[in-house]
């Protein structure tokens, strides 16, 4: 499954979440893409993750009539060295996620 970062996340984290095919938006769209074009990326994938700490666009996410799933990212401001951590730490959590039929996962 793919994984697509937000903008508004470092594209670093790839590099933590390399075995699930982690991409940035600014990657594979503009780095100015809408939330519009993000989400008809992600459908047209059909099997992807979000991660993004844009709220409503994950509430969004979790309302669309798609196999699109949502990490929202809630921890606030950490530094680069906290926030690679975190998804380090928090692998197992975003494997189980994948795999199952939730549709937002909170880290």
């Known amino acids: 499954m793919k994984l697509l970062l937000d903008n508004n996340l ?13 991409a940035s ?7 100015d893409a809408t939330d519009s074009e993000i989400l ?8 992807v993750v979000f991660v993004t700490k844009d709220k409503q666009f994950a ?10 799933k949502c990490i929202l990212c809630t921890f606030g401001n950490i530094s680069l060295e906290q926030t690679l ?3 380090e730490q928090r692998k197992s959590a ?10 937002i996962l909170r880290i």
Do not use: H, M, Q
Not at 10 to 22: E, G, K, M, R, Y
């Open 59 to 68: 509430l969004r996410i979790a309302g669309a009539d798609s196999n699109v």
């Open 25 to 31: 938006v600014r990657d594979v769209l503009s780095p």
């Open 40 to 47: 008809n990326w992600c459908r047209a994938k059909d099997a």
């Open 10 to 22: 470092p594209p670093s984290i790839a590099t933590v979440l390399a075995a699930f095919d982690c």
């Open 85 to 87: 951590a975190l998804f």
């Open 94 to 103: 975003i494997e189980y996620f994948v795999k199952s039929n939730a549709k």
